[in-house]
């Protein structure tokens, strides 16, 4: 059963760390994103290399039956490459964008991956047997000289090593202009939705010449531009409602039963300014760089820079909790613009009872906010906490006066160690949180 | 209200409290004098959408071959990493985006 999350009782160990310890990273390995399956068995992992990296989990042993099982690389696939669109001038990166997991239905397992452009379904499959015993083939392949054969066999099939095999089953391309920036099943299993900066698609997973447009905010004159959409997603339990956030902090929640295009939202999440605030970093900040459904379908997640939100669907008019990531940061904006880390798009999750919440940060710090009992802990993700099960010591930054031994000032932190994407095991309290080129394990202890 | 305090201070007081955010701004627009008036707005939103577009036209390019063909081409400066108009950009600038032949190292 899905944990207490940060409670007084929970505490996170360091599980495993993937990739390479040399500091020079090479721009390939940078993860771009990280996904468990529905079952928490599989995570998979994006870089900007266009390549994806799945890690499963072994089952418990019944030696150890209080540890939980860890996760090992179950396969390994080049998703996407990069393109030059010659008419265009416009070179695609290969970085994946985003990667999400289909239900599995039978024993494969399916995932989409996107980059900027063209979105891929990837079948996973394991092979655990072979024929054996062809008459016209030798076992090396070579066919045989038909008069050589005397007698006939029956061919069988015989174990063999585990093969997992990935293999693009279809291609969803040309129907994107701008970048796309999210995709979301549906929970019809049938259809998803891709969006970029200026319009939503509406896809079918078993057809790739066709897609159908369902919301478009480009407006007639591009000077006349001031807001794009910057995430989007399909209602976990709700079939016909999708919301999409936007560069200016709102959320537009839409109903497909209402109209074929959903230009007219049926909701729209805004928390109200108080204008006295306003600075020239205000739009920029209020910029909602990802937006996540509760696991119920009853609240949704929104993560600006410096602030994660909970909305409830039933109320627009304000978020019904507000928590901060990282305020101290509030005071070094004007540097944070300079060095462009004030467009950093961090991500969030909930964990799978949706009691609590996880976001990234700088320093290579990651923040946990309790719903629940109104706790937040900042944890740090690094080499130096990596001995087995050894428990992650809650980190402190010093806002000013006086720094306490442990605690780090706001001016030694390090921007180029940011936290952009975590996920949560949808029943378990196991989280991946990723760092520049490494993807960290922890788990909560057990006993 | 403080009491026994005399108005003119109070105000003095008030004026001195900017936020910290408003601090930031006016820091900014101290180092950058000519920054537009539209914050967050459209300027930031078209760069953002034009990212990835590099520029080459193959015309411009034979013309300038053809022209210079004892001379040597100019070539950009091996920092500069957008070409555009002026500039005649070679093959060279615009290096051939190969896919990484290495696994992730996530791979072990």
């Given at each position: 059963m899905a944990g207490a999350g940060g409670g007084n009782d929970v505490q996170w160990c360091f599980s495993q760390v993937k990739g390479a310890?040399?500091?020079?990273?090479?721009?390939?390995?940078?993860?771009s994103t990280v996904e468990f399956n529905h079952s928490g068995e599989l995570l998979a992992t994006g870089d900007k290399g266009g390549r994806v990296v799945i890690f499963q989990q072994e089952p418990e042993s019944k030696n150890q039956p209080q540890c939980r099982g860890e996760y090992n690389v179950y396969s390994t696939f080049q998703s996407h490459e990069p393109e030059f669109d010659y008419l265009k001038s416009l070179e695609i990166e290969e970085k994946i964008n985003k990667i999400r997991w289909l239900p599995q239905k039978n024993a494969a397992q399916f995932l989409l991956s996107t980059n900027d452009k063209t979105i891929k379904l990837w079948k996973i499959s394991e092979r655990d047997k072979r024929p054996e015993?062809?008459?016209?083939?030798?076992?090396?392949g070579r066919y045989r000289d038909?008069?050589?054969?005397t007698t006939l066999r029956v061919p069988v099939f015989r174990p063999m090593d585990l093969m997992v095999e990935a293999s693009p089953r279809r291609v969803f391309a040309n129907a994107h202009t701008y970048h796309i920036n999210s995709i979301s099943v549906n929970s019809d299993c049938e259809t998803y939705l891709s969006a970029d900066d200026l319009r939503i698609n509406l896809w079918h997973?078993?057809?790739?010449d066709r897609s159908f447009n369902i919301v478009d905010i480009k407006?007639?004159?591009?000077?006349?531009?001031?807001e794009v959409i910057t995430a989007a997603e399909f209602h976990p339990n709700q079939c016909n409602t999708f919301v999409y956030s936007s560069s200016k902090g709102t959320i537009r929640l839409c109903d497909?039963?209402?109209?074929?295009?959903?230009?007219?939202?049926?909701k729209m999440f805004e928390e109200p300014e108080d204008p006295n605030n306003r600075s020239f970093f205000s739009e920029i900040i209020s910029s909602i760089s990802d937006v996540k459904f509760s696991h119920s379908g009853r609240y949704m997640m929104t993560r600006d820079y410096l602030s994660v939100k909970i909305w409830?669907?039933?109320?627009?008019?304000?978020?019904?909790e507000t928590y901060q990531v990282?305020?101290?940061?509030r005071s070094k904006l004007c540097s944070l613009y300079e060095n462009d880390c004030i467009f950093d798009k961090f991500e969030c999750c909930w964990n799978g009872n949706d009691s609590v919440v996880m976001t990234g940060s700088y320093n290579n710090f990651f923040r946990m906010f309790d719903r629940g009992y109104r706790q937040d802990v900042t944890l740090e993700a690094s080499r130096e906490n990596s001995k087995p099960r050894s428990v992650l010591k809650p980190r402190k930054v010093c806002t000013g006066g006086k720094r306490k031994k442990d605690e780090i000032s706001v001016d030694s932190?390090?921007?180029?160690?940011?936290?952009?994407h975590t996920a949560w095991h949808p029943l378990d309290n196991i989280i991946a949180v990723a760092t520049t080129n490494n993807l960290y394990i922890f788990q909560d202890k057990l006993n | 209200r403080l009491a026994n305090v005399p108005q003119s201070l109070l105000i003095e007081v008030e004026d001195k409290v900017i936020s910290p955010e408003k601090a930031e701004e006016a820091k900014l627009k101290a180092r950058y004098?000519?920054?537009?008036?539209?914050?967050?707005?459209s300027d930031l939103l078209r760069k953002r959408l034009q990212k990835g577009q590099k520029y080459f036209d193959s015309g411009d390019y034979n013309m300038a071959k053809a022209k210079i063909k004892n001379k040597q081409l100019p070539t950009a400066?091996?920092?500069?990493?957008e070409i555009t108009g002026d500039h005649i950009p070679t093959p060279q600038d615009l290096p051939?985006?190969?896919?990484?032949l290495v696994a992730s190292k996530l791979a072990g």
């Open positions: 310890i040399d500091d020079d990273v090479a721009e390939a390995d940078i993860i015993g062809y008459n016209l083939k030798e076992e090396d038909p008069n050589t054969v997973l078993e057809i790739t407006p007639a004159n591009m000077e006349e531009l001031t497909m039963r209402a109209s074929a295009l959903c230009d007219q939202h049926s409830d669907l039933n109320m627009e008019t304000r978020p019904v990282h305020e101290y940061l932190l390090d921007f180029n160690k940011k936290i952009l | 004098p000519n920054l537009g008036h539209k914050p967050g707005g400066a091996p920092e500069k990493t051939q985006r190969k896919p990484s």
